[in-house]
């Protein structure tokens, strides 16, 4: 196992290759090894297997039987991800879907964001300290009582973002954070991610996003890594990014290009 600083990665990808039952391979030979602590984008055109990817990181397409462990593609702190631990894998990895309307499913925000901890075995105590710590991180402290069918669609991401925090991830995935939101939800989304002590993985097109918030950026497409690194290397690289069908951020341009 690839080990920094003496402790293992928080993810490492071992030649993870995946193909959905119709059998066209979708992720193809991806090997990886990204730092606890780091904060990786994952950019690429629609259909180079985002979103596939993210969902390997929390065992819901498992690539291995549970008895060939040492095989497995997915390791999160040292520990395949296979079927009989994703009990512990779903403790240390909170994933955060693109619509929040897909994660949202109770009466108010507090029993939404509780149904984590209660899940994970907290005792009414150290739920409702959860529930408030999360909404409060996310800048919502006061809308518990509220249904989140009566929240702005930012707001209701920022409910999602607290009920996967309220769980104490380690490792924190998010699908596509900054679409749909305004420029001030996407301002208070940044900030509250920055904030955060914990490892963040995020599949994006926001190029910005990832130049505001990002280390390391990993560039996917048709399945395989072409390209990973430092985000202002990557991004402002015309000839790669036009070759995956991305484009330059603006203000990483050369001003002639005006
Ligand atoms: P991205 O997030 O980069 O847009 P996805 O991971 O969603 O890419 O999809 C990658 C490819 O896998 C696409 O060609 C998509 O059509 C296909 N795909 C995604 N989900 C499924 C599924 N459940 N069954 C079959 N094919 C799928």
Redesign the pocket.
């Known amino acids: 196992m690839a080990e920094l600083n003496g402790s293992p990665p928080a993810i490492e990808l071992r030649r993870l290759t995946f193909a ?3 059998g066209r391979k ?1 992720l193809n030979d991806l090997s990886a090894t990204w730092a606890t602590g780091s904060r990786v984008a994952i950019v ?1 055109p ?8 993210l969902m390997h990181l929390i065992g819901l397409l498992p690539t291995v039987p549970v008895s060939d462990g040492q095989h497995c593609a997915v390791w999160i702190d040292g520990a395949p991800v296979i079927t009989e631990r994703l009990r512990t894998v779903r403790q240390h990895v909170g994933f955060v879907f693109q619509d929040p309307d897909d994660q949202l499913f109770a009466a108010t925000v507090a029993e939404d964001v509780a149904f984590g901890p209660k899940l994970l075995g907290c005792d009414a105590t150290e739920t409702q300290s959860r529930v408030t710590d999360s909404l409060t991180a996310v800048g919502l402290p006061l809308v518990g009582n509220l249904n989140p069918g009566h929240l702005s669609y930012g707001e209701r991401k920022r409910v999602c973002l607290a009920g996967v925090l309220a769980c104490q991830p380690k490792v924190l995935v998010l699908d596509e954070p900054s679409s749909n939101l305004d420029p001030r939800a996407r301002r208070q989304l940044l900030k509250i991610l920055r904030a955060l002590p914990v490892t963040v993985i995020v ?1 994006t097109h926001d190029l910005d996003l990832v130049l505001d918030l990002c280390d390391r950026v990993v560039l ?1 497409d048709e399945g395989r890594i072409q390209s990973e690194g430092v985000p202002t290397q990557i991004l402002s690289d015309e000839l790669l990014m036009e070759r995956h069908g991305l484009e330059v951020p603006w203000r990483l341009r050369p001003t002639s290009t005006f």
């Open positions: 959905y039952p119709s979708v690429g629609s259909g180079a297997g985002k979103s596939t990817l599949a996917l």
